[in-house]
């Protein structure tokens, strides 16, 4: 599958990346471009596009394209499901007190574009930082229910 989304990418845009890459298609391919080219990017390539104005999975509803893509997948993963709380509250604005991870995730997500030198090799870096923060969730369940 190909997927389109704006340059830049922070926290939900490389999040949703990382969800399609580890539950979705292992050999999904990402395209970044500007934000009113992503519309017609999703037509011209037949890509799916997320977090963008004119994507199928835009940003207009009030959750992020992580959450959708849960949903229209059907991931049952409870770690996702955490997971997509801490995204929704670092991206969403107004909700980064729901969850004390987010505002970490948003300072860090922040730097992306600061330290690498495109959006691929940001992707190529940050998806270190979602599978630690899986693992972690994860590690966090799993102690829970001992």
């Given at each position: 599958?190909?997927?389109?989304?704006?340059?830049?990418?922070?926290?939900?845009?490389?999040?949703?990346?990382?969800?399609?890459?580890?539950?979705?298609?292992?050999?999904?391919?990402?395209?970044?471009?500007?934000?009113?080219?992503?519309?017609?990017?999703?037509?011209?390539?037949?890509?799916?596009?997320?977090?963008a104005p004119g994507a199928k999975y835009a940003h207009n509803r009030g959750i992020t394209?992580?959450?959708?893509?849960?949903?229209?997948?059907?991931?049952?993963?409870?770690?996702?499901?955490?997971?997509?709380?801490?995204?929704?509250?670092?991206?969403?604005?107004?909700?980064?007190?729901?969850?004390?991870?987010?505002?970490?995730?948003?300072?860090?997500?922040?730097?992306?574009?600061?330290?690498?030198?495109?959006?691929?090799?940001?992707?190529?870096?940050?998806?270190?930082?979602?599978?630690?923060?899986?693992?972690?969730?994860?590690?966090?369940?799993?102690?829970?229910?001992?």
């Amino acid at each position: 599958m190909k997927w389109v989304t704006r340059r830049q990418i922070r926290v939900n845009r490389v999040a949703t990346p990382w969800l399609i890459q580890r539950f979705v298609d292992q050999e999904a391919e990402f395209l970044f471009v500007e934000p009113d080219q992503v519309a017609e990017v999703q037509q011209s390539h037949h890509a799916i596009g997320f977090d963008a104005p004119g994507a199928k999975y835009a940003h207009n509803r009030g959750i992020t394209s992580f959450e959708q893509i849960i949903q229209d997948y059907a991931l049952s993963d409870s770690v996702l499901a955490e997971l997509a709380q801490i995204i929704h509250a670092a991206d969403i604005p107004g909700a980064i007190d729901q969850r004390p991870e987010a505002s970490g995730l948003k300072a860090i997500s922040h730097g992306f574009p600061l330290v690498t030198k495109d959006d691929d090799e940001t992707l190529q870096k940050a998806f270190f930082i979602y599978d630690s923060l899986y693992a972690y969730l994860q590690a966090r369940q799993q102690s829970q229910l001992k």
